[in-house]
T-cell receptor
């Protein structure tokens, strides 16, 4: 089974530019999550899709971030315009079924490293 | 106060040593608990879930104390390959895999 794949692995952009990160979850996984780790801090939740619907977007930092999952397959996370504090590693994760108990294991992608200059 | 607190380390131990990591969490309604392992510039990977009764997987033992809101991970007979950052992770109460991560504890095992 192919894992969670993310693209690009590393992106370097200037402040004010736009970047779009892509995540392909494991086939058949309805749940897709975006997490972020900024330098020196812990990994933090951004949002959660169930198929194409946003289940929880409470972790999105502000309206410069837009996540989509058209068709319930891959997802994109766009940052526009990028700011210096957006630098970090953006992880995508997927799981097969939702579970309030959290017992359903997440599989993480290798992450997209974003550097904003 | 952070929701999940860990000693950042680093813990520098020789091969064969036993090492223990601790973690505390602030939300008493948290439902699920995990230890993840993250190698440098890699993604987090689930090491083991943590149950109230305690659980063991080979050289790794995890324990949960709900009354004290405390989680531990014990690694016996450390190997060089155990060198990594160990992340204490709590599932937010009522949240679908809305994981709350600790900042991680670095372990370096040397020959």
């Amino acid at each position: 089974e192919a894992g969670v794949t993310q693209f690009p692995s590393h992106s370097v952009i200037e402040k004010g530019q736009t970047v779009t990160l892509r995540c392909d979850p494991i086939s058949g996984h309805d749940n897709l999550y975006w997490y972020r780790r900024v330098m020196g801090k812990e990994i933090k939740f951004l949002l959660h899709f169930v198929k194409e619907s946003k289940q929880d977007e409470s972790g999105m930092p502000n309206n410069r971030f837009l996540a989509e999952r058209t068709g319930g397959t891959y997802s994109t996370l766009k940052v526009q315009p990028a700011e210096l504090e957006d630098s970090g590693v953006y992880f995508c994760a997927s799981s097969r079924q939702g579970s309030r108990s959290g017992a359903n294991v997440l599989t993480f992608g290798a992450g997209s490293r974003l550097t904003v200059l | 106060r952070k929701e999940v607190e860990q000693d950042p380390g680093p813990f520098n131990v020789p091969e064969g040593a036993t090492v223990a990591f601790n973690c505390t969490y602030s939300n008493s309604a948290s439902q699920s608990f995990f230890w993840y392992r993250q190698d440098c510039r890699k993604e987090p990977k689930l090491l083991m879930s943590v149950y109230s009764s305690g659980n063991e997987d080979g050289r790794f033992t995890a324990q949960l104390n709900r009354a004290s809101q405390y989680i531990s991970l014990l690694i016996r007979d450390s190997k060089l390959s155990d060198s990594a950052t160990y992340l204490c992770v709590v599932n937010k109460a009522g949240g679908y895999n809305k994981l709350i991560f600790g900042a991680g504890t670095r372990l370096a095992v040397h020959p």
